[in-house]
C-alpha cells in the first residue's frame, strides 16, 4: 500500500518525529510503499545536517536520512516553514540572499502542493504532530 | 468508511481523546500512542469512556506503554497492544486515518 507521511513538529522537543520515523521505518520493512514524507511547520528542523546531538543520543536528522538513502525515499520540507526557521539550500540561499545553507542533502525543499500531490497519490495521510 | 483514528495526547492534558471520542463511529477503531497511551489505563475518566464505546475496537502502542512504565496490567479490560508494525497494519486496514493532533 502506498503512504504518505506529515511531521509537524521537530526533533527533540516533541515525540512526533520519532513516531513517524518509526512508522515509516515499520511499513517500509513491511513492504509498503512510501510516496513522501513531507515536513512541515516545525518539521521543518528535521532538515538540517548542521544538528549535533550529544554522541550516546539518537541523530534524529541523519537517521532519517540514513532511511532515505537505503529506501530512496522522497523526504520534502515546506518552503515558507523553512525560510521562516532558517532551513536553507543553495536556491534560497541565492534568492534570500543568505551567506550559508544547511539542509542536509537528502531533503530537498519544495512547496505545499508537494503535500497535496501525496495526501492525492497515496493510499493513506498519516500525520504526525503535537 | 471505517478509520483508525489516532490519538497521541493525555485525556489528562488537552481535550484531543474527547474530540476522538465524539465523532469515533461503530466498527472503527482508536489507536493511543506516545501520552495518549494514559487513556487506556484502568479506573480513571477515560477507561469508562473506552468501556462504553460499543462497536469501537482500542490499540495501544506497546512501546509507547513501555517508555512510560506502564504494564499491560493496567490497561483497560479489551485494549489490544501493538507494536509499530501493527500500527502500520491497522493503518491499512482501516479506511482512513485520522490523526487527532
Given at each position: ?26 511499513a517500509?520493512?513491511k ?21 549535533t ?34 532551513i536553507v ?37 498519516v500525520?504526525?504532530?503535537? | ?6 490519538v497521541n ?25 506516545e ?7 484502568k ?7 473506552v468501556?462504553a464505546?460499543g ?9 509507547d ?19 509499530y ?17
Open positions: 500500500m502506498k503512504f504518505a507521511i506529515q511531521v509537524n513538529e521537530g526533533p527533540y522537543q516533541h515525540q512526533a518525529s520519532d513516531s513517524a520515523y518509526h512508522f515509516t521505518k515499520a517500509l520493512e513492504g509498503h510503499e512510501i510516496f513522501r514524507v513531507f515536513f512541515y511547520h516545525d518539521g521543518v528542523g528535521n532538515s538540517t545536517r548542521l544538528t546531538p550529544p554522541q550516546d543520543d539518537r541523530n534524529i536528522v541523519e537517521r532519517w536520512a540514513a532511511l532515505a538513502e537505503q529506501y530512496d525515499l522522497d523526504m520534502v520540507v515546506c518552503v515558507a516553514a523553512a525560510q521562516r526557521r532558517g539550500d543553495d536556491g534560497e540561499a541565492e534568492r534570500n540572499g543568505k551567506d550559508a545553507t544547511n539542509i542536509h542533502p537528502k531533503f530537498r525543499i519544495s512547496g505545499l502542493g508537494q503535500l497535496i500531490e501525496a495526501a492525492i497519490q497515496s493510499e493513506r495521510l500525520v504526525f504532530g503535537d | 468508511m471505517s478509520e483508525l483514528h489516532t495526547k493525555s485525556p489528562f492534558e488537552k481535550s484531543s481523546f474527547d474530540s476522538c471520542m465524539a465523532h469515533v463511529l461503530e466498527g472503527s477503531a482508536v489507536l493511543l500512542y501520552d495518549g497511551v494514559y487513556a487506556a489505563t479506573g480513571t475518566a477515560a477507561a469508562a469512556k468501556a464505546a462497536g469501537v475496537k482500542f490499540y495501544v502502542l506497546g512501546p506503554l513501555k517508555a512510560r512504565g506502564l504494564s499491560e496490567e493496567r490497561l483497560t479490560d479489551g485494549v489490544e497492544v501493538v507494536d508494525a501493527g500500527f502500520v497494519d491497522l493503518a491499512a486496514e482501516y479506511g482512513k486515518v485520522v490523526s487527532w493532533v
